[in-house]
């Protein structure tokens, strides 16, 4: 009996990003991704293991080697329109915001379960760590080129910033490519 369900849901691959290694978060527009088990070749993000953030911070001291379940970051092209919106942007570019991937059609996305999978037809199957809590980075992009917007961020993003994951079994991702939603078939945990 498998352990994971395959829901109703699959999304629409709408752009794909490169973050460059080095100190920006913004990344570089691109046709396809091709995934290794570390992720992304040459991107900010790669790695099968990382230094400890804040993120998790009550668990270990800053910098850390952990295993690293951020090498992806993925995005709602629904969520991004509602957080413009919240934000009176017109249009707010995933490029700002470091993704890696924007889906179109899983609803109340960056709530999907921990442990979901997402998997293209080709075979590559990504993860879900679990909620990417917005912060100040993706600000100071938008503020770069949006005098007066940046700071209106991070409250627009509560709840609608998208997911982190890493990669389980590798391969290419192309703009319109689907992936299939799988969630954890277990109860929710109520202590």
């Not at 990003?17 to 991704?33: D, F, N």
Request: hydrophobic letters at 40%.
């Amino acid at each position: 009996m498998p352990f994971l369900r395959e829901t109703e849901y699959s999304a629409e691959v709408v752009w794909l990003g490169r973050v460059p290694a080095g100190q920006s978060l913004r990344a570089q527009p691109v046709e396809t991704l091709e995934f290794g088990f570390d992720g992304v070749q040459g991107e900010r993000h790669e790695g099968l293991n990382r230094a400890s953030c804040v993120r998790v911070s009550n668990v270990y001291p800053k910098g850390t080697e952990i295993r690293n379940v951020r090498q992806v970051s993925i995005l709602s092209a629904e969520e991004l329109s509602e957080i413009a919106a919240a934000m009176e942007m017109d249009k707010l570019d995933p490029s700002y915001l470091g993704a890696s991937i924007v889906l179109k059609g899983i609803p109340d996305f960056s709530h999907i379960p921990p442990s979901s999978r997402l998997r293209a037809e080709a075979g590559l199957t990504i993860t879900v760590d679990m909620e990417n809590a917005p912060c100040v980075l993706p600000g100071r992009e938008i503020e770069a080129d949006h005098s007066g917007y940046g700071a209106a961020f991070k409250p627009a993003a509560q709840g609608r910033r998208g997911i982190t994951g890493w990669v389980e079994r590798p391969g290419a991702l192309h703009i319109g490519d689907r992936l299939q939603l799988f969630v954890p078939d277990q109860p929710l945990w109520q202590p």
